[in-house]
């Protein structure tokens, strides 16, 4: 099983920017998709934004524009920057990662079957 470490979070007012970091013990195999998701209080578990082994990459659509993830295989780790922060993304932001063909090829943030979580990072907006 692949562990997977958030870091980054804090409080920031709107408007300011953050990035969030999510290190991997490994990577299982070549072929995945890695992402992000986040939990605000009473509120169902939303995807963010997803990136593939290749690549690719998707954003939903409230954080388009303003969030980019993006990857370094040579440190195992996932990154989320996200600019002009609004109260709205306010959540606890958790990273996840599915080292098989089907989260290749099916990797966007609606997705939900991924096989590992990590334990998440608080991200704090004020107006």
């Known amino acids: 099983q692949v562990q997977l470490v958030e870091s980054g979070g804090g409080s920031v007012q709107a408007g300011g920017s953050l990035r969030l970091s999510c290190t991997a013990s490994?990577?299982?195999?070549?072929?995945?998709?890695m992402g992000w998701f986040r939990q605000a209080p009473g509120k169902e578990r939303e995807g963010v934004a997803t990136?593939?082994?290749?690549?690719?990459?998707n954003y939903a659509d409230s954080v388009k524009g303003r969030f980019t993830i993006s990857q370094d295989n040579d440190k195992n780790t996932l990154y989320l920057q996200m600019n002009s922060l609004k109260p709205d993304d306010t959540a606890m932001y958790y990273c996840?990662?599915?080292?098989?063909?089907?989260?290749?090829?099916?990797?966007?943030?609606?997705?939900?079957?991924?096989?590992?979580w990590g334990q998440g990072t608080q991200v704090t907006v004020s107006s």
């Open positions: 990136i593939n082994s290749r690549g690719m990459t």
């Open positions: 996840a990662a599915d080292f098989s063909t089907s989260a290749f090829w099916n990797c966007w943030p609606g997705r939900r079957d991924f096989g590992d």
């Open positions: 490994t990577y299982a195999t070549s072929i995945y998709c």
